[in-house]
């Protein structure tokens, strides 16, 4: 069964510094979909990054980028640089492209900026 | 502005009443799905569709209806809602297929006494 794994519910990171969260993903389908999500306190959902199972590369969208690591069923983000406004919810998620379409989510990790 | 759009943003309800909090949205989506989001529960998918008059349960469907009579509307129905369905709900729209990512709505906060 597929499945998303976040095993950190919650981390404190120093200002300007480098963060990973960790996600950790298991499937049947060769073809899938890893995504993040942020939600800040105020409560919205906002896309951040996805990875395609057949990207070669890692994507990276401005200070985010994801460590993918397909043999070990590992996508991490990684944020650089974190800033205060980095506190918040984030959640990684994935979508399978063979099969019905369900999209499942990890139970979150909640990110704390010290200043 | 391309949006989901849902409604109520906040609901208090009492035990067994029926209710119905609606979504919209206007980016001509195929995807429409509806979550709940539980402390330490993440968000888990109820029910989703993938075009009109298609739907299907996610994982945590009991309790719940949907229907999906035009493309840019997915009504979530609690035909007699119980205090477990107390949660914050997410609606969300995409392209079909695994590289889209969603567009959430801004979430609806229901309390059921």
């Known amino acids: 069964a597929q499945k998303i794994t976040q095993t950190q519910p919650g981390m404190f990171v120093q200002e300007k510094e480098a963060v990973t969260l960790d996600c950790t993903y298991d499937t049947s389908d060769p073809s899938y979909g890893l995504f993040w999500y942020k939600q800040p306190s105020s409560g919205e959902m906002i896309f951040l990054i996805y990875?395609?199972?057949?990207?070669?590369q890692n994507a990276t969208e401005g200070r985010y980028s994801l460590n993918f690591q397909k043999a070990r069923k590992s996508a991490n983000l990684v944020i650089s640089a974190s800033q205060l406004g980095d506190s918040a919810m984030y959640f990684c998620a994935m979508r399978e492209m063979n099969r019905d379409d369900k999209i499942i989510f990890g139970k979150g990790t909640r990110l704390h900026i010290l200043p | 502005e391309a949006q989901v759009t849902q409604n109520p943003r906040y609901l208090i309800t009492v035990t067994g009443k029926k209710l119905t909090v609606t979504c919209s949205q206007n980016?001509?989506?195929?995807?429409m799905s509806w979550y709940r989001q539980d402390p330490g529960l993440g968000l888990r998918q109820i029910y989703y569709s993938m075009n009109v008059e298609v739907t299907d349960k996610g994982d945590v469907p009991e309790g719940y209806k949907v229907s999906r009579k035009e493309k840019r509307n997915f009504p979530l129905i609690l035909e007699s809602p119980s205090p477990n369905q107390t949660s914050l709900y997410f609606c969300?729209?995409?392209?079909?297929?695994?590289?889209?990512?969603?567009?959430f709505g801004p979430g609806t906060r229901l309390t059921v006494l």
């Open positions: 969300a729209s995409s392209l079909l297929g695994g590289v889209n990512e969603q567009f």
């Open positions: 990875q395609g199972s057949y990207d070669q």
């Open positions: 980016m001509n989506h195929e995807y």
